[in-house]
């Protein structure tokens, strides 16, 4: 796909160093915007969340694109940080902190499916039980 808009258009950004969702391609084909989102399913819904979206709404007039995510407990560790940002699939459990999905696979739909939010975290970040952790809602991206 790259090579084919390349071809007709020109690709002002490709790859980001994001997780899921590395392989994003933005540019223009003739007067065309063009936003290339990755194959895999959970980082093409994070991809849209996180680009598609706040560009659509943006070029809609809105000027309040992204929300402010919240700071809620982190009920879990990840010890082995990345180099890209990072949003973990998670979901509010009873006591208001915030749990992983076991499986966080790019290709695994059910950390969506199962998941009420995003934990963001930031490169080179690790994340131990009780810190406070910044959390986006699936409501909050979506409303």
């Avoid at 540019?27 to 065309?32: F, I």
């Avoid at 929300?67 to 407990?73: E, G, I, K, N």
């Avoid at 982190?74 to 990345?82: K, T």
């Amino acid at each position: 796909m790259r090579a084919a808009v390349a071809a007709e258009g020109s690709i002002a950004l490709w790859k980001i160093a994001m997780k899921p969702g590395k392989p994003l391609a933005f540019g223009s084909v003739g007067s065309a915007h063009f936003l290339g989102l990755p194959g895999n399913p959970v980082a093409a819904f994070i991809g849209f969340l996180v680009f598609a979206r706040p560009f659509i709404l943006r070029l809609q007039g809105a000027r309040e694109v992204r929300p402010a995510p919240l700071m809620l407990r982190a009920d879990f560790q990840v010890d082995r940080p990345d180099q890209r940002l990072e949003f973990l699939r998670a979901r509010v459990n009873a006591a208001g902190a915030l749990e992983l999905l076991p499986h966080q696979g790019s290709a695994i739909l059910g950390s969506v499916v199962g998941a009420d939010g995003l934990v963001l975290r930031a490169p080179g970040q690790s994340i131990a039980r009780g810190d406070a952790v910044p959390y986006l809602s699936f409501a909050s991206l979506l409303a």
